[in-house]
């Protein structure tokens, strides 16, 4: 089945523990993007990857890090999380169709960061 | 630059009666156009796409809109709700054709309410 893997569903952290939250996608996409959802703020970019090994911030890029160092994975790190990084974070992927086809989500991670 | 403008953050209907969720977009490029759903605790499924075809464009689960490019608007529409259309659509935009550009914009969503 096609799909995109986020792992965990719901984590729980205190203020400046590093975290990972992987993302994998079965599809060989080339584009790989990680979003967080507030409410009333909708979905927010955080970083995106075109293809490996080459990434670039969004719009909200401050206190994350991304790698991209294989086409099917692309984790996020919170090298110091803090209590504004409570958030629902999706990932996302699409394949280099020049606007043909949409995106397929992951189903989300919820953080909460104490 | 692109932008997505949905406005109503709230819509609230009766089971059996006609659905509108209203979006506006503005793009330097020929967009593509997506509606987006989101059950709760769930992840975004894709419900329709525009991608310069026919202008009206069926989704899933009765779903349709009309790309409008004199409007610039992609309104969502439904003839007859059901209990398990609720839940939070997003309307997304991004650059058609464009080359590397897959950057695409959400808007801010639209919460649908059902009423028995």
């Known amino acids: 089945e096609a799909q995109v893997t986020q792992n965990p569903r719901y984590l729980i952290t205190v203020t400046g523990k590093k975290l990972t939250v992987t993302c994998s996608q079965n599809?060989?996409?080339?584009?790989m993007s990680w979003y967080r959802q507030d409410p009333g703020l909708g979905l927010r970019q955080i970083y995106y990857?075109?293809?490996?090994?080459?990434?670039d911030k969004g719009d909200v890029p401050e206190g994350y890090k991304v790698s991209r160092k294989e086409k099917r994975n692309f984790p996020l790190i919170l090298e110091s999380p803090s209590p504004n990084q409570t958030s629902l974070y999706f990932c996302?992927?699409?394949?280099?169709?020049?606007?043909?086809?949409?995106?397929?989500f992951g189903s989300g991670t919820r953080l909460t960061v104490v | 630059a692109q932008s997505v403008t949905q406005l109503d953050s709230h819509v609230s209907v009766s089971e059996g009666t006609p659905v509108l969720l209203r979006c506006n977009y503005s793009s330097s490029y020929s967009p593509s156009l997506f509606w987006y759903v989101q059950h709760p605790n769930k992840g975004l499924q894709l419900l329709l796409k525009?991608?310069?075809?026919?202008?009206l464009v069926k989704g899933i689960n009765g779903f349709e809109a009309e790309f409008k490019k004199s409007e610039t608007s992609f309104h969502l529409t439904k003839p007859s709700a059901h209990m398990s259309d609720a839940a939070e659509y997003f309307c997304v935009v991004r650059p058609l054709g464009t080359g590397g550009s897959y950057i695409p914009t959400f808007g801010r969503g639209t919460s649908l309410i059902v009423h028995p």
């Open positions: 599809m060989n996409h080339e584009y």
């Open positions: 996302a992927s699409s394949s280099q169709d020049r606007g043909v086809y949409g995106y397929t």
């Open positions: 525009y991608t310069s075809a026919a202008t």
């Open positions: 990857s075109m293809n490996v090994e080459v990434t």
